[in-house]
């Protein structure tokens, strides 16, 4: 199906939502697998040491896997703590999740406060689709267009294949982000023009494939 760039974001989440729920266990596994590893060779390759990421829900990209996958290859994993005005505070990942509001599994240790992503030398966060312009479309909690403004570092959304599209609807809240991993195997960084790049980042966050 081909989304209208006129969709409201809503129809396009419900249609992102469907489309998720549909996948077969083994595509969701594959891509969920790929993802989790190219993330961290993203960050092995950059040489980041702090990392901001996320734990993916059921339907998620990034899979159960994700943060196992991340904390080795990361010196210090900061995973998010919703807050109730649904801003984002941030702890550093010990290896334990308590249960924390609409249900997420968050860090159990200190709470370093909104301003501790600014720490994280790569952000990877969740979204349901990015667009060629950094527009990306989250679950509508509107957290992320809180954090990005704080982060200087690349932001990079994980994504299944084909939620990378040519447009979505912007409201002048919405941040853009710097690139989207579309989750096929051995899959480049898509860079959109959402954020003025130095143009270090492009031969730090190429993948090895391309020679990099
Ligand atoms: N795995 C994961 N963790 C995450 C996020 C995420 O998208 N994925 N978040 C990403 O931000 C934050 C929390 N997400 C939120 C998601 C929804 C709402 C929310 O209030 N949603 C409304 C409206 C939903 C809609 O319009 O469809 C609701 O549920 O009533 C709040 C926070 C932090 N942690
Ligand atoms: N900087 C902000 N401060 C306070 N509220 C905000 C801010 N940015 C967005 N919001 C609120 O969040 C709501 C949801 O925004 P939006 O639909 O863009 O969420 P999203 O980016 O898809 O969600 P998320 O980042 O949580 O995945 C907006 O309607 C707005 O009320």
Redesign the pocket.
């Known amino acids: 199906m081909v989304l209208p760039s006129v969709s409201p ?1 809503s129809e396009i ?1 419900a249609h992102i939502r469907s489309v998720r729920r549909g996948l077969p266990p083994d595509v969701r596994a594959n891509a969920d697998r790929s993802l989790a590893a190219r993330a961290a060779e993203l960050i092995l390759q950059a040489g980041a040491r702090t990392v901001a990421a996320y734990v993916p829900l059921a339907l998620e990209p990034g899979g159960p896997h994700l943060v196992a996958a991340l904390a080795a290859a990361a010196e210090r994993l900061l995973l998010p703590v919703l807050l109730d ?3 984002l505070d941030w702890a550093v990942y010990d290896g334990h999740f308590g249960t924390g509001r609409l249900g997420l599994q968050e860090p159990t240790g200190p709470r370093l406060g909104v301003a501790a992503v600014a720490t994280a030398e790569l952000v990877l ?4 689709a990015v667009a060629a312009d950094g527009t ?12 990005l ?1 704080r982060v200087q570092a690349p932001t990079i959304v994980l994504l299944y294949p084909g939620e990378i599209l040519p447009e979505l609807p912007r ?1 002048p ?3 853009r982000v710097c690139g989207a991993l579309p989750g096929y195997d051995n899959a480049h960084v898509h860079w959109t023009k959402g954020c003025p790049m130095p143009h270090h980042w492009h031969s730090k966050y190429q993948s090895a494939s391309d020679g990099g």
């Not at 966060?125 to 349901?128: I, M, R, S, Y």
């Not at 479309?137 to 957290?143: D, I, V």
Request: no cysteine.
């Open positions: 974001k989440r005005d649904n801003d966060l969740p979204g349901l990306r479309l989250g679950q509508g909690g509107g957290s992320y267009d809180r954090v403004p409201e809240h919405d941040q």
